[in-house]
Nanobody
């Protein structure tokens, strides 16, 4: 069982930056693929970024070059550094975890945090 708690959301102007963090419980954090997903108002939840236990990374095209995912296995945390934020990045951001291979498909993620709101004003 893994429990995930996100932090770091907030209100920022377009062009600004935020850093999201996700703290995970459990002693086997290093074995999990960690992902970030987001859900904008009136839209379905979508993949943002993911990082495997070995450090392989995937991003959705819309955030490439702006967002950076990283993990610290010693601290059981995964972070999402978000730069050059745009109003269309406004969403609730969720941290998720799964075992096995890295995937962008949210249905394969077993554990989810409660989400943190990110609002980007124009």
């Amino acid at each position: 069982q893994v429990q995930l708690v996100e932090s770091g959301g907030g209100l920022v102007q377009a062009g600004g930056s935020l850093r999201l963090s996700c703290a995970a419980s459990g002693r086997t954090f290093s074995n999990y693929v960690m992902g970030w997903f987001r859900q904008a108002p009136g839209k379905e939840r979508e993949f943002v970024a993911a990082i495997s236990h070995s450090g392989s990374i995937k991003y959705t095209d819309s955030v490439k070059g702006r967002f950076t995912i990283s993990r610290d296995n010693a601290k059981n945390t995964v972070s999402l550094q978000m730069n050059s934020l745009k109003p269309e990045d406004t969403a609730v951001y969720y941290c998720a975890a799964k075992t096995g291979i890295l995937t962008t498909r949210q249905s394969f993620y077993d554990y989810w945090g409660q989400g943190t709101q990110v609002t980007v004003s124009s």
